[in-house]
């Protein structure tokens, strides 16, 4: 799976926001009913889901909306803006709000994580879109708008508050990125992870007994077990540091006001 193998804006920015927000033109009925807008972008991501972003095309989308190729220029100028139409599509956040944790900014920022990482696995071709400069739709905007309002008790600055969701965007994705590409080599090899690992596992013994590697030899043998949960350490860690920083901004505001009181 090639990464960033498309970019975000890289259609027309205006007329993207356009169709995003609902702002522009909508075309007139065409010539097959019940086309519209919201079903090509539907199937673009069905398309991408089922075969990989590399099989969208104007041409697939036509073809599985059973019309013309020139039918879905009257709605969609290109693959360019098609392709941040779906991106906003699968965002769209959720509308429960048990789903955005226990009212703690932690629990959110916890939540979040594990949406985002649940997001690209069932969505794997998002991981071939280079995201660095998104079209921020309706979609992508209520979901900041959401965890936003639930992490701004946490005392930061409003970048800082920026900057954690940031972080915890860029730990899933490196996360989701090893995830899925597991899951291709293991689909392409035919060899289980398992299957992968037992093949070495004769040649690791010898080094092990060699000498050469003390540390690695004295490991427990459930160390690189499936046991462990590596994301939610991960994640849980990152958490930790964000609770030191708004412990520690807690302090430093407490002590700025008792200095002010009279």
Sequence with gaps: MASGTETSGSGDIGRTLELL???GRRPSRGPKPGLTLERIVEVAVEVADRDGLGAVS??????ELGTGTMSLYR???GKGELIDLMLDRVQRPSEDPDDF???GWRSALHALGHATLALYRRHTWLLEVNQSRPILGPSAMDGMEKVLARIKPMGLTDPELVSAIITIDGYVVGAARMQVYEA???RRSGLTDAQFWGAQQPTLEKAMLSGRYPVMASLSED?????????????QRILDGLEVLVAAR??????AAAEQSP
Excluded: Q
């Design 21 to 23: 927000w609902d702002t």
């Design 58 to 63: 104007m041409r697939r989308i036509a073809t």
């Design 75 to 77: 709605y969609i100028p």
């Design 101 to 103: 944790g226990d009212g």
């Design 184 to 186: 291709e080599a293991e």
């Design 223 to 235: 160390t690189f077990g499936s046991d462990f949960d590596h994301f939610e350490f991960g994640l």
């Design 250 to 255: 807690g302090e430093a505001h407490g002590s």
